[in-house]
């Protein structure tokens, strides 16, 4: 089983960059395809960004598109989500996932989840 524990998140003003890390444990890190989920308040989660197991691939929410940036070190067991240009509107519980299968540029089959890192961006 996977353990996820993600790191980075603060506080930042409008038009600044937060760097995520998620570290994984517990399962050989090239053999899962990871991904990053937001969920703002009172929102529902929401995808964010995936990289395939060999980081050869991304795909991103419109929403995030050209401002974020994921890429993994399968030699650190670590998956980044680099945030440029932050909005407050992208305020949320920022979670990284695993899952061992992708498919259209989303996680399928069963996922494991962090316990999510605070991203708050002030206006």
């Known amino acids: 089983q996977v353990q996820l524990v993600e790191s980075g998140g603060g506080l930042v003003q409008a038009g600044g960059s937060l760097r995520l890390s998620c570290v994984a444990s517990?399962?050989?890190?090239?053999?899962?395809?990871m991904a990053w989920f937001r969920q703002g308040p009172g929102k529902e989660r929401e995808f964010a960004a995936t990289i395939n197991r060999s980081g050869g691939s991304t795909y991103y929410a419109d929403s995030v598109k050209g401002r974020f940036t994921i890429s993994r070190d399968n030699a650190k067991n670590t998956v980044f989500l680099q945030m440029n240009s932050l909005k407050p509107e992208d305020t949320a519980v920022y979670y990284c996932?695993?899952?061992?299968?992708?498919?259209?540029?989303?996680?399928?089959?069963?996922?494991?989840w962090g316990q999510g890192t605070q991203v708050t961006v002030s206006s």
């Open positions: 517990g399962g050989t890190f090239s053999n899962y395809a």
């Open positions: 996932a695993a899952a061992r299968y992708m498919s259209g540029g989303r996680l399928t089959g069963k996922n494991y």
